[in-house]
């Protein structure tokens, strides 16, 4: 079984990925990284990826070899002279279907070169919707299989025969699963031991104690007539921590009472001010 926990980049063969390789280079098969987190994209736009994935500090981590990508050309897996990959809806009505047959020799591709475990997930805007909580679970993990759907989406059989989990990136419909695809690895990676220069910072923000972050500010003291709250300017490290967890808890009643309410539901029996 494979170890779950990225290794340092040292005993990963950091040689055979430089930081000079480009993008799609960066995607190349590196066998001696099998144990670190891998993601892979089953799509009908492979040059999609990495795409934003392959910049800043997603990109410089895929460069250092504390992750990898793997896209993977579903229309290689299409039927025929024309490599057709869907068909029309069972029952009539617009568009077209993605077929089981086709999706499925991708899936039996794909599997064997990621560890047993790794999760399997149809981008669909019939899922559960992405949080931080399934991309901390999915860091926690081996990596993942992600599968891009296209025109009016997959046959449902398949979706049943591999079990596969449907995530959605919020309640709008997308052309296509690839740039969920990418948010969902961007929110996993970003979490993954060394990606951050700053451990801390993925512990203070957003949704890590189940709350939405306090505002932020920084230089000029003063801008346009507004100034930067005397709390912040004080010094007082201790004050200036209060505040910013009233402003959090302040903002997320506001904006996100179910936020707050499920916060208040999981921590009952504490002083939520504590
Ligand atoms: C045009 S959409 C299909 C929409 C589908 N007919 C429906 O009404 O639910 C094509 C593909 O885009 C992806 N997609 C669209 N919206 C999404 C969302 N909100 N979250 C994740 N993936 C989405 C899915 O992979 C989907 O199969």
Redo the contacts with the bound molecule.
């Keep these: 079984m494979d170890d779950p926990k990225p290794k340092p980049l040292k005993s990963h063969g950091r040689k055979t990925i430089r930081p000079t390789l480009k993008p799609r280079e960066l995607m190349t098969h590196t066998p001696e990284l099998a144990k670190i987190w891998k993601a892979q994209v089953i799509t009908l736009l492979p040059d999609a990826f990495p795409g934003i994935l392959g910049q800043s500090l997603t990109g410089r981590a895929l460069k250092d070899g504390l992750w990898q990508l793997e896209a993977i050309d579903l229309r290689l897996f299409g039927e025929g002279k024309h490599r057709n990959v869907d068909d029309t809806p069972a029952g009539g009505g617009a568009?077209m279907v993605?077929r089981p047959d086709v999706m499925a020799a991708a899936i039996d591709h794909a599997r064997p070169k990621i560890a047993a475990h790794a999760h399997l997930i149809?981008?669909?805007?019939?899922?559960k919707p992405?949080t931080q909580h399934m991309a901390q679970s999915l860091a926690g993990g081996p990596g993942v299989t992600l599968?891009?759907?296209?025109?009016?989406?997959?046959d449902q059989r398949v979706i049943d025969h591999y079990g596969i989990a449907?995530?959605?990136?919020?309640?709008?419909?997308?052309?296509?699963?690839?740039?969920?695809?990418q948010a969902v690895i961007d929110a996993t990676v970003r979490l993954l031991p060394g990606v951050l220069g700053n451990e801390a910072s993925t512990e203070e923000e957003s949704f890590a104690d189940g709350l939405l972050e306090h505002p932020q500010f920084t230089r000029p003291a003063e801008w346009r007539g507004m100034t930067i709250p005397d709390v912040l300017m004080s010094g007082h490290h201790g004050e200036i921590a209060k505040w910013r967890k009233a402003q959090s808890e302040a903002l997320t009643k506001e904006r996100r009472p179910d936020l707050w309410s499920e916060r208040n539901a999981t921590t009952s029996g504490k002083d939520i001010s504590e």
């Design positions: 568009g993605l149809y981008l669909s805007p019939r899922g992405l599968i891009c759907g296209r025109f009016e989406g997959l449907e995530v959605s990136l919020g309640d709008f419909v997308l052309t296509g699963g690839e740039i969920a695809a």
